[in-house]
């Protein structure tokens, strides 16, 4: 019998020697067979040993019913050998120590060990290895894994951390994947080949790709490498498990990428297109994609054409989708094909005639038309005279009056007539008149007016530079800003309201160029008369000074009339600054030396108003002192006056 301190330690499990057992011995058993009373077990002796299979629960009351499968192998303790040579059994008693037993092995040497998931716990799990173990969800797997899935399941482990006196044991299952990943790889990668069809799993989709394992080792699918034609969404084609055939058409032992395809199991559709498919062909095919620029058409898998937007319709076309849309078939006439750069160019609208071919004779000149308003912009109007024939009216050819915006006369999709006035082939547009459907009112204003007649019109467009007044329908006048009144006037809307009669004179008349000017205020008084007969040259008059500049001031007579006393006639002393001698709302005294009918200005003096108030005082002095006046009195004072209206 060995020593008790070795009675611990593990008998060889060399199942081919066979050795001596003695009672409290711990070996290791392989189940052969189920008996009467409990479970042979092969343990390398003389006689198999045999297991109950109930005994008592050992460290606790009750009894543990033992499960076990043929081929299983278990620690087991030696606890009697009867008189017939049979060798009784306890696990129960060899579990505690034969687990330890266990565990350092695989600590030391990185034995795989089965657990049983006996519950989730918080950060991972609680597996039976012999005894508790805990098994961190990060080394569960390499993706994240369902915790409560795996209660319940047996899985291999291997221990990473043990401790015997704090009875702690970590364990791992992601060493023993690794462990399986890495000899599946070396395999994998030392068969692979560039051409071969392997079958693989799909494990991951991203935006660009899936990524399949092989076994131990990922390939790219590229999502250019899915399939000839669009794929459309790759969850829906590759789920995540399946069971996929792919082709090896790139691969690096080095860096370890594989690249790989699954289009490439079937023929490239192009390779045989010019066979099948001739420039002019009709074909059918689906609307898979609209662009900004055009569409695209599938006519067979992994074979699009390209609708150009202009190749749409004979007409004008805004945006694709007002054509066609996602999934409609279409037919469409094919315009080019060019192989090596794998492009179909295709046409919608070359199914049709082109409405373009027989113009003339469907729109000549000086017809009247039909159509419907597309569009207005700045420049006029576009419209539709049928489908694929298109016209535009220009602005100046909407009405015999001026028009500052089109929706003055047409709106979107009125329908109106007009008059074809050319037929622009290089831009395939209908030029259209809608002025022209009436006589030009223009021809009989020529021997009505002239300029100087006063005629009356309605008052039609104020604006900033003045108003259109019309004078007979669609002929309109321009009433200047500047002829509106004598008083300046910043906007029309002063004196006039829309539509309001007033009557004007015209000042300009130019039928050819249908252009008439007329003034409002030659009807009117001219206020200048009035000043000029109030304030003649040569009188004297009171005034404020309302403005003093460098070269003057100016002299308020009445209210919105005032005159400029030049710096030479403020004093008959020289004077450097008028801001010497005189100041803003100051009273004065001046004689008025100009009035000039062009300008409309008034021309001061305030040196001669005082020269003239000295000799009226000079003259009441003398007239006082002897009550005589000399015959030189009388002519000196007619004299200056003659001399200064000569100086005007």
């Not at 606790?60 to 303790?77: A, F, I, R, S, Y």
């Not at 299952?173 to 790889?185: A, H, M, S």
């Not at 300046?488 to 130019?510: A, D, N, T, Y």
């Amino acid at each position: 019998m060995v020593k008790e301190e070795k009675d611990l330690n593990l008998l060889s499990a060399n199942l081919d020697n066979v050795r001596l057992v003695h009672p409290r011995d711990i070996v290791k058993g392989k189940v052969i067979k189920k008996g009467e009373e409990g479970y042979f077990l092969n343990i390398n002796y003389k006689a198999e040993g045999i297991l109950p299979y109930r005994e008592k629960a050992w460290g606790k009351e009750g009894e543990v019913e033992h499960h076990l499968e043929e081929g299983e192998q278990v620690w087991v303790m030696v606890t009697r050998i009867d008189e017939q040579g049979y060798v009784w059994l306890s696990r129960e008693r060899a579990r505690y120590r034969g687990a330890w037993l266990d565990i350092e092995e695989s600590e030391k040497e990185g034995k795989t060990l089965d657990a049983k998931v006996q519950k989730r716990v918080k950060g991972g799990l609680v597996v039976d290895i012999g005894i508790n173990a805990f098994l961190p969800a990060s080394c569960v797997d390499f993706v994240p894994q369902k915790l409560d899935d795996l209660v319940g399941q047996t899985i291999p482990v291997k221990v990473i951390e043990a401790n015997r006196k704090n009875r702690n044991v970590v364990v791992s299952r992601k060493e023993v994947l690794q462990e399986e990943r890495n000899r599946k790889k070396l395999e994998t990668m030392s068969s692979l080949e560039i051409g071969q069809i392997r079958k693989g799993t799909v494990k991951n989709i991203t935006k660009f790709g899936a990524f399949i394992d092989l076994g131990g080792i990922d390939g790219l699918l590229h999502i250019s490498e899915v399939s000839w034609g669009r794929p459309g969404k790759l969850e829906n084609i590759l789920p995540i498990g399946k069971e996929v055939e792919t082709k090896v058409i790139a691969f690096d032992p080095e860096k370890e990428e594989i690249s790989l395809s699954l289009k490439r199991l079937t023929p490239d559709p192009w390779e045989k297109i010019g066979e099948t498919l001739h420039q002019g062909d009709l074909v059918k095919g689906k609307v898979v994609s609209v662009k900004n620029f055009g569409v695209f058409v599938e006519i067979e898998e992994g074979v699009e054409g390209l609708i150009h937007v202009s190749d749409l319709s004979w007409g004008y076309v805004k945006h694709p989708q007002e054509v066609v849309k996602v999934g409609e078939v279409v037919e469409a006439r094919v315009l080019e094909i060019d192989q090596e750069k794998r492009r179909l160019s295709l046409g919608l609208k070359q199914v049709y005639p082109d409405p373009w071919e027989n113009i003339e004779e469907k729109y000549p000149v000086d017809s009247i038309v039909e159509f419907r308003v597309s569009k207005v912009n700045p420049a006029g109007a576009l419209l539709e005279l049928e489908e694929g024939v298109e016209g535009r009216i220009p602005l100046e050819e909407l009405s015999w009056k001026r028009v500052n915006r089109v929706n003055e006369v047409l709106r979107r999709n009125q329908l109106a007539k007009g008059v074809v006035i050319e037929l622009d082939r290089d831009n395939r547009q209908v030029v259209v008149s809608l002025k022209r459907l009436r006589a030009n009112p223009w021809e009989e204003t020529s021997d009505k007016w002239q300029v100087g007649n006063v005629v009356e019109g309605l008052v039609q467009r104020l604006m900033n530079f003045g108003a259109f007044v019309e004078l007979a329908p669609e002929v309109e006048a321009l009433l200047p800003l500047s002829e509106l009144d004598w008083q300046p006037v910043r906007h029309p809307s002063q004196v006039l309201k829309k539509g309001q009669s007033i009557q004007v004179k015209i000042i300009e008349f130019k039928p050819d160029e249908q252009r008439i000017v007329v003034s409002r205020k030659l009807l009117l008084p001219d206020p200048w008369e009035e000043i000029k007969n109030k304030y003649p040259v040569g009188s004297v008059h009171s005034g404020q000074v309302v403005r003093i500049v460098d070269f003057g001031a100016f002299v308020e007579l009445e209210k919105g009339w005032d005159g400029l006393v030049h710096i030479s006639e403020i004093s008959e002393e020289k004077v450097s600054s008028p801001k010497d001698v005189l100041r803003e709302k100051q009273k004065v005294k001046v004689k008025v030396v100009k009035l000039d009918d062009g300008e409309k200005r008034i021309g001061l003096s305030i040196k001669q108003a005082e020269e003239e108030e000295e000799k009226k005082n000079q003259i009441q002095n003398n007239s006082s002192g002897d009550g005589k006046i000399t015959l030189g009195d009388v002519l000196g004072e007619k004299l200056n006056t003659i001399l200064n209206s000569l100086k005007k």
